[in-house]
């Protein structure tokens, strides 16, 4: 047994205080009588066993109050296992991470307000995934969908326009990157929120990508910040970014054509000029209200009963019997024939087994599934319950519960049962998929009740589809190896060298045996983006000297010592203090590399 509220078991103590006010009150009554009369004329006037009936009295009300507090605190006693899907929708939010969102004409910045409003999203999410597509010149999946909103806001708060390493505004890029990353398996309507300030700058066409997002049935919804006159940009070393001829760069906000890309798919676009973005409005009443929700995750989960009605009902009984107990003797008898009349009597508790197996008939199996399962807390492990609850299962399509149900039936001794569980657990396991383990499940039938003609009926078609099976799989693996042989051939084919080839190659391989003095300066690959560090980590690591930098006789010596295997390092606190210059950067693992790039709108 376990309590849903402890914190009201607090209420016991009111009993031990009541029974003081019980024991103070009829000690202040006696005194009261005894200055009313004499010892004797109270025997007479009040005789002791009205006292014996007062203390019946307050007994009554002490343990009504006892099971009111025990009531109040909510007992659960016995489980059911209840089914738990969780539907929505799968939600892409494209953030424009550019230059111009640190603009200030919406407080503290654009990109800081848009990051909140998307905060302030997660709270109103009803078991929606999310994930989240960074973008400026170049895009790239920040998160990918997911339920887990926690570490969706972490990769969140991780953005910034130095976080990108392209500048610029690649709409384009943005929308192709959110369809790659919807699950096309996935069932439930998608849709994509795009943020951003600015004008396309990338080379691809925006309404093109609209387009291919419409064929998709994927939604776009459009947010423009700021306004159409423009804005400068604030530079991080202060002023304002300014073009190769001198001017001040403003940021222009392409309103047109995120209407048309927003009305092409069936979105809708929202202006946002003084930081309220309605994100609120486009998930409530556009996503939530107009968009089919999937299963997305499902499972069951134990469901504590609640018992709050045994202790509230015997505080009531209690309650009431101390109400009509009288204090007189006279009037007891009538009084209690008076409350067994009133009191009604309790109604028996309704057959569950018999409304599942009514709720089954009529195809309500979600229903009879409940029935069935309130049956079994009464005897778990009863076959019949059990076979009960997984052939309700096996209706409502959940065949994984259904065969687990199934294998604990076999347990009985009841042969007509066993077969019955043996040629369900056959059905429910072809439907899985798992052929072969249907096939013993119907012999294992047979072997029970050899006359079963629809166990045979069954068993003769799962070996026959099985048979096909194995067929068409030979058939194209057969097919797939003489492909691939055929493909080999080809390639040999196309790699043999004349013999004057051949003696030309071996001639070069024996001229590049020896190697200049700058080839092993000019095969150094340049670092990838990403694995960039700055110039004291390159000292560190190689023991080379940046421009302009003095060396001592020792520091050369030390540098150009190469450590042997299993001798320890000269600075063991090096490899610390290297990790700890490094930055937790959420999501930059799932970040390309793209190099050096020249952008001429960098903004």
Known sequence: MTFFKTEMLFFIWAVPVLFLVIFYGMRRRREIMHRF?????????????????????GSLLMVAVLFTAVALAGPKYGYRWQEIRQQGVDIIIALDCSRSMTAADIHPTRLERAKREVFDLLAMLKGDRVGLVAFAGTAFLQCPLTLDYSAFNLFLNALSPDYLPVGGTDITGALTTALDSFDPKSASDKAVILITDGENTGGGEPLKAAETLKENKIKLFCIGVGGSDGVPIPEPAGGFKKDRSGQIVLSRLDENTLKKMAVLTGGTYVRSVAGDMDLDAIYTDEIRRKMEADTVSSGRKQVWEDRFQWPLA???????????LPVTRKTMVPVLLVTLLVMPSAPARANDTSQGIKAYAAGKYEKALKHFTDAQLDAPDKPESLYNVADAYYKTGNFDAAVEHYEQV???????????????LGNAEFRRGNAKAAIGHYEAALAVDPDDQLTKENLAFVKKTLEQQQKQQQSGDSQQDKKDREQNQEKQDQASPSEGEQDRKQQEDQAQEKPSPSDGQQDQKRPEFGDEMDQEQQADQSGAVPPNEPQDDQQTAASSRQARPGEPSGDPGQAERMLNRLQDQPGRALMPATGQQRVEKDW
């Open 37 to 57: 009369s004499s010892v004797h004329g109270l025997e007479a006037i009040a005789p002791d066993t009205v006292g014996g009936r007062r203390w019946v009295k």
């Open 314 to 324: 015997l505080a009531l009984l209690c309650l009431v019997a101390e109400l009509m």
């Open 410 to 424: 076999l347990e009985t001794h009841d042969n007509a049962l066993k077969q019955k569980a043996l040629y369900n």
